[in-house]
């Protein structure tokens, strides 16, 4: 007998909207959301995106950014940031702190190309009108501006981006999101790996329970970001009394050298002709090395490089010279300077021969006409030390004793027993 199958229910069909595109679908699923597998993994990459940015929102740097806004008075400072520029600037933001030991000095700052109070320009807050500079050369560099470098026209301000002196940091970070854009800032984010996402509730436990008005917490709430997950752990555990908490900052020092060198071969990139002033210095870093060639010398890094040379390698007016430079000026500008300090280090150190064994080579005879003459003997004229024992005159020569008799005169005979012989 056959069963009849007509009467088998049906799934009721739904139409739900499409929680990434709105779109309505049909579907028979009661658990669908999205209206194809391509909306689902966009959803998922557009999450992805809002937590990156998030991060960044809550991060020091942004904190940072609000304050440049706030300063220059307008959001437009940070026009052209893509979210390469944006993570290198967030790299160079970190660099500084290294470089100020996270906060144990001040020696350092990050310093404009263009000023950001130009007189008919505002000069941006983009890595390539920014350097890593020493702080009393950047105050005293003031606000000239010897070329290069990136800058809008004030007169050209939209006011619609306009940053009162009364806005909340909160409320101009959120403004800074969306003039850049937060896919910008998300992509930014992840390149730099502004927060992990294993370093948010640490990150967040912190924020809330340091204090800013205490000097040590501000020195630790300014170098959140470019801390390890651990070493947050351990800050967090010594904040919170736990024992067994040995947090502290692992810093070096940086020469003014070292740092202004670094920031020019990094602009090196995008203005070729600082990359000549690389190589004189390279030349020159050459010489306290005795056995790399030229070509080896030029591709070792700078950390490499700096333990070898001594401290006043560079002098204050040649160090001048490359702020001066990496401020716009131009090579030729500072050639006299480059020629004065490539001759200083020219012969400073002789690199170490190769070695070589030493051979003596035997003096042959000299031939004249028929004749052969031997070399003068000075063994010929020699006495031998038996001669010269028997001589006359010699009463101060010493003489062979046998060592009872030696023992005789010796200053303590008369201390020790002489030793028994069998």
Known sequence: ??????????????????????????????????????????????????????????????????????????????????????????????????????????????????????????????????????????????????????????????????????????????????????????????????????????????????????????????????????ALTALKAGIEGKEGCNFKFTTRAYTQFEVLYRELERHAQHRPELAQVVKVIHVAAGHFFSSWSADVICSRSIDELVGWVPADFMSPPELQALFDVLHGKDVDAIRPVLEVFAERHSGAIERIPTYQPIVFKAQRPAKVGAKVHSPVSVAADARSFADCLDGEGQDDVPMLLPVSELYQIAPLANQVEPLRWD
């Open 1 to 230: 007998m056959q069963q009849d199958t007509s009467n088998k229910t049906n799934k009721a069909e739904r139409r739900p909207r499409c929680k990434h595109c709105a779109k309505q679908f049909r579907t028979t699923s009661i658990k669908a959301i999205y209206c194809t597998r391509q909306c689902k993994q966009n959803a998922a990459t557009a999450k992805k995106r809002v937590r990156y940015a998030e991060k960044a929102r809550d991060s020091a740097f942004f904190q940072t950014l609000a304050f440049e806004a706030q300063r220059a008075g307008t959001l437009e400072v940070f026009t052209g940031l893509d979210a390469e520029s944006l993570a290198e600037l967030y790299r160079l933001y970190a660099f500084k702190l290294r470089a100020n030991r996270f906060g144990e000095a001040k020696d350092f700052e990050l310093s404009h190309i263009a000023p950001s109070q130009g007189e008919n320009t505002v000069g941006l807050y983009h890595p390539r009108n920014l350097t890593v500079a020493p702080k009393d050369m950047n105050r005293c560099h003031g606000t000239r501006h010897f070329g290069h470098g990136l800058s809008i026209d004030r007169n050209k301000l939209n006011p619609r981006h306009t940053v009162e002196r009364g806005e909340t940091q909160k409320a101009i970070v959120q403004r800074i999101i969306k003039f850049v854009g937060p896919n910008v800032v998300a992509q930014a984010s992840k390149l730099a790996g502004m927060q992990p996402s294993k370093r948010v509730t640490v990150l967040t436990w912190l924020r809330a329970h340091l204090d800013p008005s205490n000097t040590q917490h501000h020195t630790w709430l300014t170098s959140l970001d470019t801390m390890t997950t651990k």
